[in-house]
Protein backbone atom coordinates (compact mmCIF):
# COMPACT_ATOMS: atom_id res chain seq x y z
CA UNK A 1 0.00 0.00 0.00
CA UNK A 2 0.96 3.47 -1.40
CA UNK A 3 0.24 6.78 0.83
CA UNK A 4 0.24 9.83 -0.45
CA UNK A 5 -0.51 12.79 1.87
CA UNK A 6 -1.05 16.22 1.10
CA UNK A 7 -3.41 20.02 1.42
CA UNK A 8 -0.78 21.05 3.61
CA UNK A 9 -0.16 24.86 3.82
CA UNK A 10 0.13 28.16 5.79
CA UNK A 11 -2.98 29.41 7.76
CA UNK A 12 -4.02 32.39 10.47
CA UNK A 13 -5.15 31.07 13.54
CA UNK A 14 -8.40 30.06 13.55
CA UNK A 15 -8.61 29.27 10.12
CA UNK A 16 -9.26 25.90 8.60
CA UNK A 17 -7.54 23.31 6.31
CA UNK A 18 -8.28 20.12 4.89
CA UNK A 19 -5.73 17.35 4.21
CA UNK A 20 -5.90 14.21 2.08
CA UNK A 21 -3.99 10.91 2.29
CA UNK A 22 -4.57 8.67 -0.65
CA UNK A 23 -4.29 4.94 -0.88
CA UNK A 24 -3.00 3.23 -3.98
CA UNK A 25 -2.63 -0.52 -4.10
CA UNK A 26 -4.32 -3.35 -2.16
CA UNK A 27 -6.12 -2.51 0.51
CA UNK A 28 -8.26 -4.54 3.04
CA UNK A 29 -11.49 -3.22 4.90
CA UNK A 30 -9.42 -4.45 8.37
CA UNK A 31 -7.16 -1.61 7.43
CA UNK A 32 -6.41 1.59 9.35
CA UNK A 33 -5.59 5.03 8.72
CA UNK A 34 -4.74 7.07 11.25
CA UNK A 35 -2.79 11.11 10.79
CA UNK A 36 0.04 11.85 13.23
CA UNK A 37 1.73 14.74 13.13
CA UNK A 38 5.50 15.83 14.72
CA UNK A 39 6.46 19.00 15.67
CA UNK A 40 10.17 20.53 15.48
CA UNK A 41 11.68 19.02 18.68
CA UNK A 42 8.83 16.58 19.43
CA UNK A 43 8.25 13.61 19.32
CA UNK A 44 5.85 11.85 16.91
CA UNK A 45 1.91 12.14 18.10
CA UNK A 46 -1.19 10.50 17.15
CA UNK A 47 -3.88 12.75 15.70
CA UNK A 48 -6.78 10.59 14.68
CA UNK A 49 -7.82 7.33 13.29
CA UNK A 50 -10.45 5.99 11.19
CA UNK A 51 -11.53 2.39 9.81
CA UNK A 52 -11.46 1.58 6.35
CA UNK A 53 -14.77 1.27 5.98
CA UNK A 54 -15.29 4.58 7.51
CA UNK A 55 -17.51 3.53 10.58
CA UNK A 56 -15.18 4.16 13.36
CA UNK A 57 -13.18 7.27 14.13
CA UNK A 58 -10.76 8.37 16.93
CA UNK A 59 -9.49 11.19 17.97
CA UNK A 60 -6.42 12.65 20.19
CA UNK A 61 -8.04 14.67 23.04
CA UNK A 62 -5.88 17.83 21.79
CA UNK A 63 -8.25 17.91 18.37
CA UNK A 64 -11.60 16.41 19.27
CA UNK A 65 -14.26 18.74 18.15
CA UNK A 66 -11.95 20.43 16.17
CA UNK A 67 -10.61 18.05 13.78
CA UNK A 68 -12.68 15.14 11.42
CA UNK A 69 -11.63 12.37 9.94
CA UNK A 70 -13.70 10.69 6.88
CA UNK A 71 -13.08 8.28 4.31
CA UNK A 72 -14.02 9.61 0.48
CA UNK A 73 -15.03 6.11 -1.00
CA UNK A 74 -14.99 7.72 -4.43
CA UNK A 75 -11.34 8.72 -4.10
CA UNK A 76 -10.24 5.70 -2.19
CA UNK A 77 -9.04 8.90 -0.15
CA UNK A 78 -9.29 9.29 3.83
CA UNK A 79 -9.28 13.74 4.48
CA UNK A 80 -8.39 15.30 7.70
CA UNK A 81 -10.76 18.46 7.99
CA UNK A 82 -8.45 20.89 10.13
CA UNK A 83 -10.82 23.70 11.98
CA UNK A 84 -10.11 25.74 14.82
CA UNK A 85 -6.25 25.59 14.20
CA UNK A 86 -4.12 26.66 16.56
CA UNK A 87 -0.31 27.53 16.98
CA UNK A 88 0.52 24.58 18.63
CA UNK A 89 -1.41 22.51 15.65
CA UNK A 90 1.85 23.33 13.74
CA UNK A 91 3.80 20.02 12.40
CA UNK A 92 4.67 18.01 9.54
CA UNK A 93 1.22 15.72 9.59
CA UNK A 94 1.79 12.15 8.08
CA UNK A 95 -0.76 9.29 6.85
CA UNK A 96 -0.17 5.80 8.30
CA UNK A 97 -2.08 2.65 7.15
CA UNK A 98 -2.51 -0.25 9.14
CA UNK A 99 -3.85 -3.94 9.30
CA UNK A 100 -6.66 -5.30 11.49
CA UNK A 101 -6.87 -3.91 15.18
CA UNK A 102 -8.71 -1.27 16.53
CA UNK A 103 -7.75 1.09 18.16
CA UNK A 104 -4.35 1.94 17.05
CA UNK A 105 -2.65 5.17 18.59
CA UNK A 106 1.07 3.82 18.37
CA UNK A 107 3.02 4.80 15.46
CA UNK A 108 4.47 0.98 15.74
CA UNK A 109 1.22 -0.60 15.04
CA UNK A 110 1.18 1.01 11.91
CA UNK A 111 2.59 -0.76 8.48
CA UNK A 112 2.91 2.08 5.44
CA UNK A 113 3.59 5.40 5.84
CA UNK A 114 2.63 8.64 3.86
CA UNK A 115 5.65 11.15 2.93
CA UNK A 116 3.85 13.87 5.78
CA UNK A 117 2.29 17.06 4.53
CA UNK A 118 3.47 20.24 6.87
CA UNK A 119 0.93 22.68 8.49
CA UNK A 120 2.15 26.28 10.04
CA UNK A 121 -0.48 28.15 12.03
CA UNK A 122 0.68 31.54 12.71
CA UNK A 123 -1.00 33.76 15.21
Known amino acids: VQLQASGGGLVQAGGSLRLSCAACGRTSSSYVIGWFRQAPGKEREFVAAISWSGGITLYADSVKGRFTVSRVYAKNTVSLQMNSLKPEDTAVYYC?????????????????WGQGTEVTVFS
Open 96 to 112: AAGRGGWPKRDSAEYDY
